[in-house]
Nanobody
Framework: QVQLVESGGGLVQAGGSLRLSCAAS????????MGWYRQGPGKQRELVAT???????NYADSVKGRFTISRDNAKNTVSLQMNSLKPEDTAVYYC?????????????????WGQGTQVTVSS
């Protein structure tokens, strides 16, 4: 139906930077919001940042001023530039997309998730 493939996670020292990318593919008619969520060890999944098709962004307070989300509507991709990383940013990061999909002659709504990519920030 819809596949979300993430890339760009890894290990970085505190203060460093990483860039995550996510590409959506499949029977896509349109994509409304795209975003990133994360789940740290022993924690619930939480919102990191989202961006609408019109470019409106929303960030968790903990990442404001350090992370920047962007998307390419033509390519169905979303990226997260993460600067000034802190050990508390360590988590599995998940790409999310709210997609209107084509099902035969109909359209349906689909909330898609990527498989997750590990980000580890060492102190």
């Amino acid at each position: 139906q819809v596949q979300l493939v993430e890339s760009g996670g890894g290990l970085v020292q505190a203060g460093g930077s990483l860039r995550l990318s996510c590409a959506a593919s499949g029977s896509i008619f349109s994509i409304n919001a795209m975003g990133w969520y994360r789940q740290g060890p022993g924690k619930q999944r939480e919102l990191v940042a989202t961006v609408t098709s019109g470019g409106r962004t929303n960030y968790a307070d903990s990442v404001k001023g350090r992370f920047t989300i962007s998307r390419d509507n033509a390519k169905n991709t979303v990226s997260l530039q993460m600067n000034s990383l802190k050990p508390e940013d360590t988590a599995v990061y998940y790409c999310n997309a709210r997609v209107r999909v084509v099902k035969g002659t109909l359209l349906d709504d689909y909330n898609g998730w990527g498989q997750g990519t590990q980000v580890t920030v060492s102190s």
